[in-house]
């Protein structure tokens, strides 16, 4: 069974870092690409990265660029978002997905992992 489960939320005061991780399971992770979406209350569901399966490239949404950093541990078959500088704008549930950048109809999402951030 093809699965994506997120751990690493919390509760963090602002400037503070959390490091979020995706655990894959039924599939090996490095073979696909793995996306770091977050939706916030009355917002939509939005991409913030992508770690590509080749040539380790990564893509970054403005709004998280230069403070957030995703990475991949193939021994482990997890991918993490490091978030440093965090803000009280990133307060919202975060989810890893094997696609990148938008959602698509019928997408099977986990339950995501909240991460809250106090001034």
């Known amino acids: 069974q093809v699965q994506l489960e997120e751990a690493g939320g919390g509760l963090v005061q602002a400037g503070g870092s959390l490091r979020l991780s995706c655990v894959a399971s039924?599939?090996?992770?490095?073979?696909?690409?793995i996306g770091w979406f977050r939706q916030a209350p009355g917002k939509e569901r939005e991409g913030i990265s992508c770690?590509?399966?080749?040539?380790?490239?990564?893509w970054y949404a403005d709004s998280v660029k230069g403070r957030f950093i995703t990475s991949r541990d193939n021994a482990k078959n997890t991918v993490y978002l490091q978030m440093n500088s965090l803000k009280l704008e990133d307060t919202a549930l975060y989810y890893c997905?094997?696609?990148?950048?938008?959602?698509?109809?019928?997408?099977?999402w986990g339950q995501g992992t909240q991460v809250t951030v106090s001034s």
């Open positions: 770690l590509s399966n080749t040539e380790e490239s990564t």
């Open positions: 039924g599939f090996d992770a490095d073979q696909v690409a």
């Open positions: 997905a094997t696609l990148c950048f938008t959602s698509i109809p019928g997408y099977q």
